[in-house]
């Protein structure tokens, strides 16, 4: 099969997802490029455009190549081309399943998570329902009707989107004033509501590899200014992010035990990141990434350095479990 990376997509994501495909394309100067940009084309895209691209988590990638069509088009052409798309994608229709089922449709090969595991995981809500029933520590959601007394109880909450990644839109609940500021938000964009939890931020990769499902080495995270928001993940420069996690090693094992749970809970193939906050009571769980970040500055490819894994191996591997997924959903069909 012919590897393409798609990178690009039409969520806010997208520029992460451009910081993505330049480590990838690093890794496999082989593979074509696939640039899915704001306007909803896909467009043929440079490897000189791509790399010379220097502020990628700040402005979007100029369009220069030839149009290929919109997305189904792109993933007709790769149908019938017999392409293999390694996703560089994240948020919104690229990673709520809405692709992936297009892809599962035309029998087209790719990296990551199925149409349902991504659904399902990529609504904080519903995701929390289905970890915990695996036994996974997941914190109470709270209605926006019910912050305020949640509030006095509390002493703090927290409030995000209920369908992003990356840090966005974070809302941090210290006040009844918040609540307002929350409100507002909440009349454009689905916000969960949960207590504010004490205490450093873990995250744990997980690995299927050989047949087996591999729990990477925990990474802690000491974010800038207290805060792991967008800018203290991808533009502050005292934010620290270590690698085996300094834990005691039985709270290491906890994480990654949960982290296998969450993945095997949601029915996520090829790979997948949990994150949660290390508090004084215990793990609490805060979401699943079916496409987490592989920006020179993400944190799966950290751990995958921790486990002495090159990522140029991690690339090929996921490549070639979506080539014969992708065979095998052909033979069942």
């Known amino acids: 099969m012919r590897t393409t990376i798609l990178f ?16 990838l394309t690093r890794e496999l ?13 896909v467009y043929v895209a440079s490897q000189a455009a791509l790399l010379g691209h220097d502020r990628p988590f700040e402005l979007d990638l100029p369009t220069e190549g030839a149009p290929i069509g919109d997305i189904e ?40 998570s199925g149409a349902e595991a991504s659904r399902l995981a990529f609504g904080k809500v519903l995701a929390k329902e289905i970890v915990a029933k695996a036994g996974v520590s ?3 959601t709270i209605d926006l009707a019910d912050a305020e007394v949640a509030l006095a109880k509390y002493g703090r909450l927290i409030a995000k989107p209920a369908e992003d990644g990356s840090s ?15 409100a507002e938000a909440a009349k454009t964009l689905a916000y969960v509501i949960e207590p504010f939890v004490t205490g450093p931020e873990a995250t744990c990769g997980i690995l299927e590899q050989d047949g087996e499902l591999i729990a990477l080495p925990p990474v802690e995270i000491r974010p800038s200014a207290g805060k792991f928001d967008y800018k203290s993940k991808y533009l502050a420069k005292d934010t620290l992010e270590i690698c085996p996690a300094t834990f005691a090693p039985e709270i290491n094992a906890a994480i990654q035990d949960q982290a296998l749970k969450a993945h095997r809970a949601l029915g996520c193939r090829g790979y997948s990141r949990t994150d949660f906050i290390v508090s004084e009571h215990g793990l609490v769980y805060l979401e699943t990434n079916t496409l987490p970040g592989l920006t020179a500055s993400s944190l799966y490819p950290k751990a995958l350095k921790a486990q002495g894994i090159e990522i140029a191996t991690f690339l090929k ?3 070639a479990l979506a080539e014969a997924r992708a065979k095998q959903a052909a033979t069942a069909a």
């Open 73 to 112: 088009a792109a993933l007709d052409v790769a149908a019938r081309e017999d392409r293999v798309l390694l996703l560089s994608l994240h948020g919104g229709f690229s990673e709520d399943g809405g692709l992936q089922a297009l892809c599962e449709a035309r029998g087209v090969a790719f990296t990551g």
């Open 29 to 41: 100067p082989d593979a074509d490029l696939w640039f899915w940009a704001p306007d909803g084309q």
């Open 317 to 319: 591997g996921q490549l």
């Open 138 to 140: 997941a914190p109470e």
């Open 168 to 182: 966005y839109g974070l809302i941090f609940v210290d006040a009844p004033a918040d609540l307002e500021t929350v």
């Open 8 to 23: 690009g997509g039409p969520s806010r994501e997208r520029l992460v997802a451009v910081g993505s495909a330049q480590s």
